[in-house]
């Protein structure tokens, strides 16, 4: 069986060396790049099935890597970052990263983040099931069951659950939703996404104050729970 490939854009040597020693323990295979330009040309020799990315490069800042990739990859990215800022998580993923870790991190997590982002890659198109808990949706039938029960709701209620589902495990930002739902027309203001967000929240969880589907990262937009039947056959 292949090693997965994993890619460390990082300038730090300590966190380098942890990170190097994680992915070693976990039978990964391992290459680490120091600068962005490096990263760069080792993401189309070294064809990482992921890419751990700092921002803080020497050479270019890491959002300028990520647009480059972005440019001609799809490959999973996770930024590992000591940036805490709100807005700073909102532009990296809305160019297109999977997830951001802020620095510091255990080894536990960041294993199960880039569990989760390799299962992204590989997840099927609509045509299949999403599950988690007591939810199922059937994206090709369109319909929806909690607890065996049909949940009904309206279009666009619809629209952003599919949305969320067929990313779950990835945080969307509020931006991308709006986009993806309403179109680039739409102005900033966000309340119609919080208030369709809330009615879905009271059809579907048993307390909406403590969510078990839909979670909301404050400031940067939702995640769904992961689906439990990627990877499955």
């Known amino acids: 069986m292949n090693k997965i490939k994993v890619l460390l854009i990082e300038d730090d040597k300590s966190i380098s060396n942890f990170i190097t020693a994680t992915m070693d323990r976990e039978g990964y295979k391992i290459m680490h790049a ?3 330009r490096e990263g760069l040309s080792l993401s189309t020799s070294f064809c990482p099935n992921v890419i751990l990315l700092d921002l803080g ?6 959002l300028e890597v990520l647009q480059k990739l972005r440019s001609w990859s799809d490959v999973p990215v996770i930024i590992i970052s000591a940036r ?3 807005q700073e998580k909102v532009s990296a ?3 297109g990263a999977d997830d ?3 620095k510091p991190f255990g080894t536990g997590e960041l294993m199960a983040r880039i569990r989760t982002s ?3 890659s ?4 609509p045509g299949h099931v999403y599950k988690a808990l007591d939810l199922e949706i059937d994206f090709e039938k369109r319909l929806i069951r909690l607890r065996g029960e049909e949940v009904h709701l309206t279009q666009i209620e619809y629209q952003l659950l599919t949305l969320l589902a067929e990313n779950s ?3 969307l930002t509020y931006s991308y939703i709006m986009n993806a739902i309403w179109g680039p027309y739409m102005d900033n203001n966000n309340q119609i996404l919080r208030v369709n967000m809330a009615n879905i929240r009271r059809k579907l969880e048993q307390n909406p104050a403590q969510p078990q589907y839909v979670f909301t990262e404050i400031g940067v937009g939702y995640r769904m729970r992961e689906n439990e039947n990627v990877g499955t056959v």
């Open 57 to 62: 490069l020497p050479d270019m800042d890491g």
């Open 118 to 120: 390799l299962r992204h």
């Open 84 to 86: 805490t800022k709100e």
């Open 122 to 125: 590989h997840a099927q198109t």
């Open 100 to 102: 951001y870790i802020t």
């Open 34 to 36: 120091l600068n962005g």
């Open 93 to 95: 993923l809305d160019l």
């Open 169 to 171: 495990g990835r945080v």
